[in-house]
């Protein structure tokens, strides 16, 4: 069966942007550089993509070592330090061979088999540090779309797995977690019914979009198919029906507040 992830993620509209313009993403790297242990002398980013934390850490530290490591071909030709393309499951480095280990958002992509064999690299190759970011409290329900040539239901931007503070405790069997932080902009949020929210889906059936690729048939959205057939009359209804039950369940359903992003900082247990 063909890889149809492989192609989602050489496409150049991911990489030719830069990320540091946008001032959340700005504070994100902040975040990590400041999170680097003070004697570190060698870094592997692991999932560098187009070098957003490598390109602006070796412009402040010219004198630390670092490697990025990602398997699309199209990202890497943004990256300006020492690169190599490969993939976390397989990462071609001896035990131990850098001192820190990054892997920022990365972890939420993988299928469950490259879960099991990246964690277990990432620990392989860190002499004493790992630092991951992840999306904080993703609920993945929420940006479900259908697939309009297969009928599958998948997340557009390809996660698979939502992460906490709780499950990052014991990620690692060789490593502790030492620290763990929200960073990023806050995100205000209301937990939803889900049984309405399934109703939602079921009725709009909600397209990917262009960036999008469908993991089981490769369909991609093009333009023409934007505008969904379906009977104007029943989603007037439904539209109208929606706008007069949303200020009684803003009423019921408490606002609540998280930072977009989790930095979790790990370190091996012997040092
Ligand atoms: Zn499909």
């Known amino acids: 069966m063909k890889d149809y992830r492989k192609e989602y993620y050489e496409q150049p509209t991911f990489w030719n942007q830069d990320y540091l313009k946008m001032p959340a993403e700005k504070e994100r790297i902040q975040e990590i550089i400041n999170a680097v242990p003070p004697d570190t002398g060698s870094i592997l980013d692991v999932g560098c993509g187009n070098g957003a934390f490598v390109n602006t850490f070796v412009g402040t530290f010219s004198n630390k070592k670092v490697v990025g490591l990602d398997s699309s071909e199209e990202a890497l030709k943004y990256v300006r330090t020492d690169k190599i393309r490969g993939n976390i499951t397989s990462l071609p480095f001896e035990n131990d061979t850098f001192d820190l280990v990054l892997c920022l958002e990365v972890l939420e992509h993988l299928p469950e088999d490259d879960f099991r064999e990246g964690i277990s690299e990432l620990q392989r190759v860190s002499k004493s540090h790992i630092v991951i970011t992840v999306p904080n409290q993703e609920d993945l329900e929420l940006s479900l779309v259908m697939c309009p040539k297969c009928y599958c239901w998948f997340i557009p931007y390809l996660h698979m797995r939502s992460f906490n503070k709780d499950n990052l405790d014991n990620l690692f069997k060789d490593l502790k977690l030492l620290c763990v932080k929200e960073i990023g ?11 309405v929210l399934r109703f939602y889906h079921f009725w709009r059936r909600p397209l990917p979009p262009e960036t999008a690729i469908c993991p089981q048939c490769g369909y991609q959205n093009k333009k023409e198919l934007r505008n969904r057939e379906s009977s104007k009359y029943f989603d007037h209804l439904l539209s109208l ?14 606002l609540r507040r998280k930072r977009r992003w989790l930095l979790a900082v790990y370190g091996k247990s012997s040092r």
């Open 185 to 195: 902009p806050v995100i205000e949020y209301r937990s939803y019914n889900y049984s």
């Open 241 to 254: 029906l929606v706008s007069l039950i949303k200020p009684l369940v803003r009423l019921i359903t408490p």
